[in-house]
């Protein structure tokens, strides 16, 4: 799951991570309101930013035209007019696709002063199954590029998560990012601080770019004036707090249906639906599709041991997509009763009235079983003796 700029702001601050003040806004009329507060604080300037679940907001373009999500307002009535701009409107973005995102909300915070913009990041490497702590001194940027092109500006610091971040690896983290003297210890607080973050909630990544120096009062500081945060979904039953972060209005609407099921649904582009269990049989169903020329609809994993209720969500779903032009279910029975999967797609193609073409390939546990419902339940459907059989089935059976 992944959450807003503002919520993941909120949850580096109970980890002492320095932040701007800031005032999330929902509608226009809180917007007025929540600058003047802001002014009223000291800061000579408000940053009015788009709250998507994607980056590259300020170099953004928004559909109507309008340039950049983030935009620093030099007081009240400039912060309402860009809002106007924003708020109910669609932002593309480098990482939201031609689509874009409609702008639902609104961060308003203390625009900083900035003087240096750093990457600061905690990730799990897979290699090493370890959190690994990144930092570059090119913050502000694509650090993808930056990883090509420049490599060595990206300092790593690997963590046994045994004892967990040791300080003179956050200190030699902030050395790296140049900072001296006492800046040195604010870095290393910093960085010791998103690590807990991410420790503790279970993050698959944190990401704050820009972490920068900032000149508060004539003080140079540091501050995370951007942050991403991606849980773990595996984790989320431990935090209560952070599962009431999940805005349903930035995931699709099916794979939202899908999850209250506990499915594992993606949508794709193609015509060719599949239901299978297992994700990594859903990815060998998804490249046999491809093999014979098809083209998958979604990616949908219904788990080792799926009901008939479930089963019959699932079609659901799928059937939702108006792409798709027939269907291909993949059982290997391991955990799963063939036959309980054999009864729900019964229950499922007469509760839909399923007209397209639906190859079914089921195999292993009670699979005789579940053959004989199937060929006694009068309906359609065609069947696949292997995997590369049930694919060429339904490709063709698409073409057609
Ligand atoms: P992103 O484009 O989606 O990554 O959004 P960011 O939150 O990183 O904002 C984009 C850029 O806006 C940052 O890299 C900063 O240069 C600038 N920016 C964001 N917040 C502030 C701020 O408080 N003050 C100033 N001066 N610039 C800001
Ligand atoms: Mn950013």
């Given amino acids: 799951m992944n959450i807003h700029e503002y919520q993941a702001k909120q949850l580096l601050a109970q980890y002492g991570v320095a932040v701007s003040v800031e005032i999330p806004c929902k509608s226009l009329e809180e917007v007025r309101p929540a600058a003047e507060k802001i002014l009223a604080g000291g800061s000579p300037k408000v940053v009015v930013k788009s709250q998507i679940h994607a980056g590259g907001r300020g170099k953004g373009t928004f559909k109507s035209g309008f340039q950049g999500g983030v935009k620093i307002a030099a007081n009240a009535d400039e912060a309402v007019s860009f809002a106007q701009q924003m708020l109910g409107n669609v932002l593309v973005t480098k990482q939201t696709g031609p689509d874009g995102r409609k702008v639902q909300t609104l961060l308003l915070a203390a625009a900083a002063k900035i003087k240096k913009e750093f990457y600061l990041a905690v990730l799990l490497d897979r290699v090493t199954s370890r959190p690994v702590v990144m930092v570059s001194t090119e913050g502000g940027m694509d650090i993808e590029e930056v990883a090509e092109k420049t490599p060595e500006k990206i300092v790593k610091e690997t963590i046994d998560p045994a004892v967990g971040m040791m300080p003179y690896q956050a200190r030699k983290l902030a050395a790296a990012l ?180 639906l190859v079914v390939r089921l195999e292993g546990n009670n699979v005789a079983a579940g053959k004989k419902t199937l060929a006694e339940s009068g309906l359609t459907l065609i069947t696949g003796d292997s995997m590369a059989d049930a694919a060429q089935k339904v490709v063709k059976a698409v073409g057609n």
């Fill in 178 to 357: 140049g900072l001296k003297g006492d800046l040195i210890a604010a870095g290393a607080k910093l960085i010791l601080g998103v690590y807990k973050t991410a420790w503790e909630c279970d993050t698959a990544l944190v990401e704050i770019n820009p972490l920068c120096l900032v000149e508060v009062d004539g003080k140079e500081t540091l501050m995370a004036l951007d942050g991403k945060i991606s849980l773990d979904d595996n984790a989320l039953y431990r935090h209560k707090n952070i599962q009431e972060m999940r805005d349903l209005n930035e995931e699709a609407p099916l794979e939202i249906e899908a999850s209250k099921f506990s499915l594992n649904y993606i949508k794709l582009d193609g015509s060719i639906a599949c239901l299978v269990n297992g994700a990594g049989l859903a990815m060998a169903t998804m490249d046999i599709i491809q093999h014979f020329g098809g083209n998958p609809a979604n990616f949908l994993d219904v788990g080792g041991g799926a009901t008939k209720e479930q089963v019959t969500a699932a079609f659901k779903i799928i059937l939702q997509d108006p792409n798709v032009k027939g269907i291909l279910v993949n059982i290997f029975g391991g955990i799963m009763d063939c036959n309980v999967i054999a009864t729900g797609i019964v229950a499922a193609v007469k509760e839909t009235g399923l007209k397209l073409p």
